[in-house]
């Protein structure tokens, strides 16, 4: 018998949520369950999309708002063989932002639409399960400040937050609503139990295709 694939789950949240540490904490308690996992993490800087992308965030060069955005995705579909290769081995991959992140943060620009913002990554692999770190504006303040790279700034945080609020009402996609305002061990114990149910449950069926 083919071995079960494994399950996509991903990670999004505003800045200060602790999106990285729980990826990496749930990838952690995966293994030591003996189930294969991996993270990822979007952007990914290491490739050479990635590394314009990179460039752009920390404010080396400019690039226009739309094309910066299909680089974005561009970034997410150079990695699509390699996640469909992991998903067939078995492998769960914990992904760090996502398409989500994607449509969040360029539709909180002026002049930009859900809509168009959506249609480039249509089609990718779909997550089974994608958990938003919910953290209000106040106790993300309280978390320090936010760095120097672009977006980091209070006000179009804000505008994201609203975005992604827009994104979790549709019901085509396994959203869960995650408390991140917890300490760090509560709130790895609600991922985990999530992932363990959506790892079940994607074993046993296709893997879909976003927003399609
Ligand atoms: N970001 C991330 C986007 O604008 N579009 C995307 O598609 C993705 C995946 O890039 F400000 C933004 C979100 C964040 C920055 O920061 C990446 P981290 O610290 O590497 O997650």
Redo the contacts with the bound molecule.
């Keep these: 018998m083919a071995c079960k694939r494994g399950a996509l789950i991903v990670l999004e949240g505003v ?1 200060k949520a602790g ?2 540490t729980q990826c990496k904490r749930l990838v952690d308690a995966l293994l030591a369950g003996g189930r294969p996992a991996e993270i990822m ?3 990914d ?1 290491t490739t050479t999309i990635g590394k314009m ?1 990179s460039a752009y ?1 920390e404010r080396k060069s400019d690039l226009e708002d739309h094309a910066v ?1 299909l680089l ?2 561009a ?2 579909w150079e990695l699509v063989p390699l996640m469909k290769e992991k998903l067939e081995q078995g492998i769960t991959l914990v992904v ?4 989500f ?2 449509v969040a ?2 539709s909180a620009k002026p002049g930009f639409c859900l809509d168009w913002c959506m249609k480039p990554d249509v089609g990718l692999p779909k997550p089974d399960l994608v958990m938003f770190l919910q953290l209000s504006p106040a106790d993300a303040a309280l978390r320090g400040q936010f760095g120097d ?4 700034t209070k006000v179009f945080q804000k505008a994201v937050q609203q975005k992604f609020e827009h994104l979790m009402m549709d019901r085509s996609v396994n959203w869960q609503v995650i408390d991140a305002s917890q300490n760090i061990e509560d709130v790895h114990n609600n991922i985990t139990t999530h992932s363990l149910n959506a790892i079940n449950v994607a074993q046993n069926r296709p893997l879909g295709e976003l927003w399609k």
Aim: glycine share 4%.
């Design positions: 800045d999106k990285t993490r979007f952007p800087r992308i965030l955005h974005f995705s970034n997410r760090d932002r996502y398409a992140s994607g943060f360029t790279e672009r977006y980091e």
